[in-house]
């Protein structure tokens, strides 16, 4: 009995870690919200439901219907287990203001301000918890909207719980954001030049704001147009067309400088001037068929009639919370 107690207990606490990081991986590419948790399945190891507004609870999914593995390698503990977790039939039910639909009725979208999970615990003396966002159980009864009774076994993710998480996930990587692009520009001088996505906030502290200039390229099987919401440096191996004043070549490089109502437009593939790296790119496609950088901080000429859209900037996930961060720079990594 207590052997079998613990393994639970191992097997939930995989499943909240698995939980946890599929949340953190959501909205890299503008398919989902950081922090979208998927919703249940109608039946014990089934797929997980596309939107689940109307019914929010049911049992943990394993799987998933989309080629793409919408559920990463699943949120099913599997490790150092004699069976698979499925075989225990976990109960799961999920807070809706991590499984809002976004426009074409995806259930992928968040939003804080919808209410939370409360779970009653009749075993414990009808203990009751608050501000759940998930819970995995033996079994879960609705009692009220938004409202359940639970059993043990069980593992509650709560609301604060998922967002310290991802606010750790959000820093993660804009420093991998910012460490690429220090590696890319050894020669970084902070004084300086104009950086897209960043502003001084603080000159004498070498204090900086990261900020999204909205600079993307798009490139079709001849030609890459480039732009960001106001003024941006590119380069490219080709020459510009367009006869745009603005660009200049020399030493088989050719240098531009977008407006925000005028393009550089090169005959070929292009890159940001500062050598900002690709955070996002489409059509994501299987081999021969993605637009996927050759080079990290390069937007590649399409390879089929589908026209490569690549944007400069920091991870889409972080986008929304961009002012809640600032970091240093200095003349040197």
Request: charged share 15%; with cysteine.
């Amino acid at each position: 009995m207590l052997q079998q107690k613990a393994r639970e207990t191992q097997t939930l606490e995989q499943i909240r870690a698995s939980l946890l990081g599929f949340a953190a991986s959501q909205g890299l590419h503008s398919q989902s919200h950081l922090g979208h948790l998927p919703c249940p399945a109608i039946q014990p190891g089934d797929y997980a439901q596309t939107t689940c507004l109307n019914k929010a609870w049911g049992y943990l999914p394993v799987h998933s219907k989309i080629a793409i593995n919408y559920l990463n390698a699943g949120v099913d503990a599997r490790f150092n287990e004699l069976e698979p977790s499925t075989n225990m039939q976990w109960h799961y039910a999920v807070s809706s203001q991590v499984v809002q639909p976004n426009i074409m009725g995806w259930g992928r979208w968040v939003n804080y301000s919808e209410p939370p999970i409360q779970v009653r615990i009749p075993a414990e003396n009808n203990l009751i918890k608050t501000n759940i966002v998930a819970v995995v159980a033996k079994t879960i009864t609705p009692i009220a909207e938004h409202q359940y009774d639970i059993s043990a076994p069980y593992v509650l993710i709560h609301l604060s719980e998922l967002r310290t998480h991802m606010k750790r996930v959000q820093q993660h990587q804009l420093k991998s954001t910012l460490n690429a692009w220090r590696q890319l520009n050894p020669q970084f001088n902070a004084s300086t030049g104009a950086h897209e996505n960043m502003v001084v906030a603080d000159t004498l502290a070498s204090l900086y704001q990261p900020i999204d200039s909205g600079c993307q390229c798009r490139c079709t099987k001849t030609r890459c147009s480039c732009h960001c919401q106001n003024t941006g440096q590119w380069i490219s191996p080709a020459s510009c067309l367009d006869n745009n004043p603005n660009c200049t070549s020399q030493n088989a490089q050719t240098d531009c400088t977008s407006l925000a109502n005028q393009p550089c437009t090169f005959n070929g593939p292009a890159r940001m001037k500062n050598l900002w790296p690709v955070s996002h790119f489409e059509p994501i496609a299987a081999i021969n068929k993605s637009c996927r950088p050759i080079h990290s901080n390069q937007c590649p000429l399409s390879p089929n009639s589908t026209a490569c859209t690549c944007h400069f900037s920091w991870p889409d996930n972080t986008l929304s919370s961009l002012d809640q961060f600032s970091f240093k720079l200095t003349d040197t990594p």
